[in-house]
């Protein structure tokens, strides 16, 4: 079964500084990656997502993730982060068979930004 | 091109009360998962499903819950005789079939906020 973990509960940056938020997961093959976005007391946003090809993946708000066969790891980046960065983060893998098509998501990181 | 909605975006009930959210998906998804959030931690799969099928429903509790997608209307999940620990946020996500996408990027809605009092 895959699992996902983020090991870092909670993480404070400041204004300006660069951000990597940690994931490592657990998958039998190569497993379609994503990162979600949460602010408090709204719904998911999908900031960027992994299916194959380049390593290295953009996404919105300036953010970008790089997949590591390796180190099974695929971690979220910002060089210079914004106050309204401020949100959880989910990491998220997904199968490739159609047969088991939801998502199993990581239990989050909580980002605080300090002025 | 609306969203993945869902409704009500918040319920309170009383303990022993029935519960029931609903949920549409985005225009031409076909499939539709329900995840549930607990206060201070990620989202966990229930289930999922397709028109008039359950599909994969190994994260349902074995009691009282249920979920349904009907071949018109919405998603409902549907939630009896409900308990404090029952109280959290229910989210809901549609995806296109998967013939219509090279992979299983699924698109969430805002959440349902249940509380049980």
């Known amino acids: 079964a895959q699992s996902v973990t983020q090991p870092d509960i909670h993480i404070t940056v400041s204004e300006g500084a660069s951000l990597e938020l940690r994931c490592n997961y657990s998958?039998?093959?190569?497993?379609?990656l994503f990162w979600y976005v949460q602010s408090p007391g709204q719904g998911l946003q999908l900031l960027l997502k992994y299916f194959s090809g380049d390593t290295l993946v953009q996404g919105i708000k300036g953010f970008e993730a790089e997949f590591k066969r390796s180190q099974s790891s695929f971690n979220l980046r910002k060089p210079s982060v914004h106050w309204s960065d401020a949100a959880e983060y989910f990491c998220a893998v997904g199968a490739r068979r159609t047969g088991r098509r939801a998502l199993t998501f990581g239990s989050g990181t909580r980002l605080q930004v300090q002025p | 091109n609306a969203g993945v909605m869902q409704n009500p975006r918040h319920l309170v009930r009383r303990r022993g009360q029935e519960a029931r959210l609903r949920c549409s998906p985005m225009?031409?998804?076909?499939?539709v998962y329900w995840y549930r959030q607990l206060p201070e931690e990620g989202l966990k799969f229930m289930v999922y499903l397709q028109k008039e099928n359950i599909i994969d429903e190994s994260g349902m509790p074995k009691e009282r819950f249920s979920a349904e997608f009907p071949k018109e209307g919405p998603s409902i999940l549907r939630i009896q005789q409900v308990v404090r620990g029952d109280s959290a946020a229910y989210f809901c996500?549609?995806?296109?079939?998967?013939?219509?996408?090279?992979?299983?990027?699924?698109?969430f809605g805002e959440g349902s906020w249940l509380t049980v009092v």
């Open positions: 225009k031409g998804h076909s499939h």
């Open positions: 998958y039998g093959a190569t497993p379609y």
């Open positions: 996500a549609s995806s296109p079939s998967p013939e219509q996408t090279s992979g299983n990027t699924i698109y």
